[in-house]
């Protein structure tokens, strides 16, 4: 799923303190930069800018 970053999904992202991305998955290797599931990261890792949208893994399991 993806959804655009607009402003309400930040403010709330931010007063919420939500996880999605890889970095906050207990499945990522941080060394490696490897998902343990094999799956590709690319789209679900931490984005450099706060408005990129974001994509939501079906896997994601929280550190
Ligand atoms: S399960 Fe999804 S969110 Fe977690 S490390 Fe793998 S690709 Fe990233």
Do not use: S, W
Not at 11 to 24: G, I, K, N, S, V
Not at 33 to 39: M, N, T, V
């Amino acid at each position: 799923m993806i959804l655009p970053a607009d402003a309400l999904f930040r403010r709330q992202r931010d007063e919420h303190a939500l996880r999605m991305h890889c970095e906050d998955c207990v499945l990522f290797d941080d060394v490696r930069e490897q998902c343990a599931h094999g799956y590709p990261t690319e789209a679900h890792r931490r984005p450099p800018n706060d408005d990129a949208p974001i994509t939501f893994c079906k896997d994601f399991e929280a550190l």
